[in-house]
Every structure is written in structure tokens, then in C-alpha cells.
């Protein structure tokens, strides 16, 4: 009796363990196969479309990064998260898979970009939603990719 109190109770302890575990999985909906390219096949020294040609970030600027999070939570987290899908793509990798100029051009011009950017219209399919104009200038989005930065 008592072993099997013992192997119930080491079970437990593995089960717990093992379920506590589970939340550190995170969703990657962007590398799930599916139809159009997927992100790890996009070129980083794709441009996007927009007025962002060329941008050279310097050693990263904590007080930049700062006013880009508070424009991250006030535009951008009602239909974003960093390292899981919501209503657009995570955002957490989005300056591994892209230059800097892209994601300021999407931020600046989604609407330019939905319309011409091969890689947003597979978004678009994909999360079945666009992102609108936010009317956000090249400062902000600049401050934006600093916080991404991070
Ligand atoms: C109303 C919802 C909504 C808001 C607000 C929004 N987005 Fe999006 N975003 C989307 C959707 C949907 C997509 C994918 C389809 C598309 O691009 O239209 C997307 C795509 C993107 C992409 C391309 C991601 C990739 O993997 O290529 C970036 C970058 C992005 N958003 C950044 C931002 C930033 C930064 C903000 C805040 C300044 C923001 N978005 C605000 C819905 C939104």
C-alpha cells in the first residue's frame, strides 16, 4: 500500500511538472506550412513599399526603444503580440526576417503594401484581416523598430 501511495504520489509530482511545462509552448502560426511563401524564406534585403529607402540603426537607443514600446501598446497590441499569432502576425521576429526599412514601410503604408508586396498578401490570406493606415510618421516608426529591436 504504501509503494502505491508513493509511485501515486511521484506520479503527481511528474504530471505537475510536466503540465506546468506546457504554457512555455508558444504558437508559431507564421512557420506552419501552408499556401504562399513562408517567413524564413523572405529576403532581408527587401525594401517593402513605402517612403523608407534606406535606414542605418546605430547602437541601440534604450530611450528610442522606450517611446517605440509606449506606441507598440497604444497601436499595435490590440492586434499584435511578440511571440504569438492574434488578429496579425507576431511581431517578436519580425526584424530577423526583415530589414529595417520593410517593417517601417508596413507600419508607415500598410496600405501601400497590401496592395503591392507579394509576402503581405500572403499575410492577408493568411490571417483573413488587413491592417489598417494608423497615421503614424517615419519618427515613430523608426522608435517602433528600436523597441522591436530588443
Ligand atoms: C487592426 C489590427 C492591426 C493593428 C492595429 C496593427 N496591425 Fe500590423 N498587421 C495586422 C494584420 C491583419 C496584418 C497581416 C495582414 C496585413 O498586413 O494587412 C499585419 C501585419 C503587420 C506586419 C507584417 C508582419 C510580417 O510578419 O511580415 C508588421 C511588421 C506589422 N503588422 C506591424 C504593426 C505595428 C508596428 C503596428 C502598430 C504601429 C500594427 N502592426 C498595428 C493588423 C494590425
Redesign the pocket.
Known sequence: MRVYIFKLIAISILFFVFCSSAPDYVPKI?YTPGPGPI?SE?DKNDKGTGPITSIKPGPFDTSLAKEGDS??NV??Y???ALQYSK?????GM?LK??SPE??MN??IN?LG??EKDP??KF??T??G????Y?S?DSA??RA?VEA?RK
Open positions: 507564421r517567413s523572405m506606441i507598440l497601436k499595435c490590440s492586434c499584435h488578429i496579425g502576425p507576431p511581431l519580425v526576417e526583415h520593410y517593417v508596413m507600419i500598410p503594401m497590401e509576402h503581405v499575410l492577408i493568411r490571417y484581416s488587413l491592417m489598417p494608423l503614424l515613430q516608426a517602433v522591436l
